[in-house]
């Protein structure tokens, strides 16, 4: 069973999205859906297409949710002069470490597709995304042999005050569909949707599309990162593969 049909049941059934809530926070739907994660897995795999729309179906007020935009020092610096002092880095396993600037990602090839994104939680939206393919960016830090994961460091600050974290592995990153978006809705993003840089993944559901990633991390396991599950909502109880 699809985690997306289930809540999407429980909408068709009557159950609102304060009872979505409810549910995302209960201990067995977890344990549920983590029973079929690897069968979800093994049948979706990781070369599905999510689906494309048209400009007419996009959502021009893309709803936000999550933890609040970064708070340093420093992200305010950059906030107020375009991120010019902001790189994006990759690195870890790797043979070409690299610290990409801004004006670097929006000078690399772009892509362009309008997709639904579906949250945990029950709701969807449609947003017209731009970026960088993740695999493109990627390739040019050269991985090394060993490397199985692409984890992203991100800016923001969980509740608990640890820096959110989420990681694909090296096929998932590689997805055509993946994108480090750098636009929503032809505009720059802002901070209340992840700037300068996001990972959208409309292949999976919402969390795995980080906000405000800093730095990317190529490693052979996440056992020395945060619970060793492979995100800040792993670690919290969440299925690592959320395939829609």
């Known amino acids: 069973m699809k985690r997306g049909f ?19 926070e209960t201990t067995w739907i977890h344990n549920a859906l983590g029973v079929v994660q690897p069968l979800d897995h093994r049948i979706i795999g990781t070369r599905g297409m999510a689906r494309l729309y048209t400009d007419v179906a996009v959502d021009r007020d893309f709803r936000t949710n999550g933890f609040d935009p970064p708070m340093t020092t420093e992200y305010t610096r950059w906030a107020t002069d375009d991120f010019r002092g902001y790189k994006l880095i990759v ?15 929006r000078a690399m090839p772009q892509l362009t597709q309008i997709t639904r994104h579906d949250c945990v939680e029950g709701w969807s939206a449609i947003g017209k995304w731009s970026g960088v393919r993740l695999g493109d960016a ?99 109880g969440y299925e690592w593969y959320a395939g829609i």
């Open 6 to 24: 289930f809540l999407a049941s429980l909408g068709l059934t009557g159950c609102g999205y304060h009872l979505g809530n409810k549910l995302n």
């Open 138 to 236: 990627i390739a040019m830090a050269m991985p090394q042999h060993g490397a199985r994961y692409a984890v992203f460091h991100c800016m923001d600050t969980t509740s608990d005050m640890s820096l959110y974290y989420e990681s694909l592995d090296l096929h998932e990153a590689a997805h055509p569909q993946t994108v480090l978006a750098l636009k929503l809705n032809d505009a720059s993003l802002d901070p209340a949707h992840g700037a300068p840089v996001r990972l959208r993944v409309p292949t999976q559901l919402g969390y795995k599309s980080a906000k405000w990633v800093r730095r990317i991390e190529l490693v052979a396991s996440f056992s020395a990162i945060g619970e060793g599950k492979g995100g800040y909502w792993e670690d919290n």
């Open 91 to 105: 690195d870890g396993l790797v043979d070409r470490p690299q610290a990409f600037t801004l004006a670097e990602l």
